[in-house]
């Protein structure tokens, strides 16, 4: 649920940066809102629902302040990127599930936590969870990559001008 969460904030990150504020916050934020209230009521907790309040609320500077048309293309860049890296990191580790080692989720600890019955669903991640363990990693460790190396590439061209 987390990983299609993740898909549903990428998406959501470009049509926020894209559009006025008033559809942003009027059409956008209860639209994906009911995204997230569907998804949370899949998962015990509220982890959904608290992750969703809280990419709002740092979405709401955009909405609520009046930012520069810098920061508005840094937020679009990195929305494309993120869109984009899950896209590849979904569909690789998918397609390489069986070669990727399992590190400490083997067969023996699935069973031994009751893996089986705890998934509600099936699916290549839920079916192979090492993969979405891997995937998730690596989305996100390129995705501070990237946002680091877009950050730091537009405070040098500042400095230069």
Do not use: W
């Amino acid at each position: 649920m987390m990983v299609i969460f993740e898909f549903v904030l990428g998406h959501s990150g470009v049509f926020m940066s894209v559009f006025p504020r008033r559809i942003a916050l009027f059409v956008f934020v209860p639209f994906y809102g009911l995204f997230a209230l569907a998804l949370n009521a899949t998962l015990p907790g509220n982890a959904i629902m608290f992750l969703y309040c809280g990419v709002i609320l740092m979405r709401m500077r955009f909405i609520f302040s009046n930012p520069t048309e810098d920061a508005k293309l840094k937020a679009l860049g990195v929305s494309i990127i993120s869109v984009f890296l899950f896209m590849i990191c979904i569909i690789g580790f998918s397609a390489a599930s069986d070669v990727l080692p399992k590190f400490g989720l083997t067969p023996a600890y699935l069973q031994t936590i009751d893996f089986k019955n705890i998934a509600s669903s099936s699916g290549d991640f839920t079916d192979a969870p090492h993969a979405a363990m891997a995937m998730g990693m690596t989305y996100f460790t390129l995705l501070a990559g990237f946002e680091f190396l877009i950050y730091g590439l537009l405070r040098k061209r500042k400095h230069r001008a």
